[in-house]
């Protein structure tokens, strides 16, 4: 009989050790698995497979901004929130161009301009509507006033924009309380 409790033993061993083998390779498997799992699904996070997009990336983007600058202006000076736009600029063109003749070295000249006004908020360019004759008939006074050699610069053509923007905002503020307007734009000028 010691034959075959030695059998028993060695049978017993032996089907122990497989089943230790098998245990072990199927807990490096699982684990393999997961981890590869982990890898696949975060990959798939962030390149926008669950609906992630830059969307979400640019509100929490946008969020940690306006947090450093909440952060930034308590420490800061209040001049800085007056500059600070308050949405996307909105341009509209005050059509047909405006073209008017005026006195240049002794004859009469024309003078052909395109211009653009620019608010932040679309209630602004519904009011510039709203008041487009008053304004353009500023803008036909101002651009006949002037003077042929002034506005052959660069410099002369800048100071008639801050002119016509001057002219605007005086309109808008009689007429609603608030300028309104940030900027006149020339987009076209053609002098002959």
Do not use: W
């Not at 075959?4 to 083998?21: M, R, V, Y």
């Amino acid at each position: 009989m010691p034959v075959k409790d030695e059998d028993e033993d060695i049978a017993q061993a032996e089907g122990k050790k497989p089943k230790s083998k098998v245990v072990k390779i199927a807990l490096v498997v699982v684990a393999s698995l997961l981890v590869l799992g982990g890898i696949v699904v975060g990959t798939m996070y962030a390149t926008g497979f669950f609906g992630h997009d830059k969307t979400d990336q640019q509100a929490n983007a946008d969020a940690a901004d306006q947090a450093g600058n909440e952060e930034g202006d308590a420490g800061g000076d209040e001049g800085d929130d007056a500059e600070a736009p308050k949405g996307p600029a909105i341009y509209m063109p005050l059509e047909p161009a405006f073209v008017v003749n005026f006195q240049g070295a002794g004859k009469a000249k024309f003078l052909q301009v395109s211009v653009e006004v620019m608010a932040r908020d679309p209630k602004v360019i519904e009011q510039v509507t709203q008041h487009m004759p008053a304004i353009r008939n500023s803008l036909i006074l101002l651009f006949s006033s002037q003077n042929y050699d002034d506005i052959t610069t660069a410099e002369g053509k800048e100071a008639l924009r801050a002119k016509a923007l001057t002219e605007v905002q005086t309109i808008m503020e009689n007429e609603t309380g608030d300028t309104g307007v940030e900027s006149v734009y020339f987009t076209s000028f053609v002098m002959q």
